[in-house]
C-alpha cells in the first residue's frame, strides 16, 4: 500500500456518520471515512451476525470488542478478540464474518 498526498489529521468517530449494512442475519453499522484510495472504517456488527457474501477485498483488520469469526472459503476458520489482527490481500482468499456475540472492529482497505 502507498499511503500518499494525505496530510495529517484526526477523526473523532463520534461525529462520523453511521450507515446499516444488513447481513445474511444481523447488520453491520460503518462508520467510514476516505483518504485517497485508502478507506478506513469503524464497524459494529450486531449479535448473530452473517456475512452474505464471501469477500474478496483485502483488509487490515483490529478486533476492539467482542468476538469475531472469520472462515476462508477453503473451510479454515480464524476467531479474532479484542487487540487481535488480521491481513488479507485482494483477491487472495475468500472470506466471510461473523459474530455470536458482536464485534467492533477498525479496518483499512
Known sequence: MQISDITFGTTDWASVEKTEHRGETGSATWQTRRFGDIRVRMVE????YLAYHWCVKGHILLCLEGELTTELEDGRVFVLKPGMTYQVADKAEPHR???AIGAKLYIVD
Request: proline content about 14%.
Open 45 to 48: 456488527y450486531t449479535p448473530g
Open 97 to 99: 464474518s461473523s459474530t
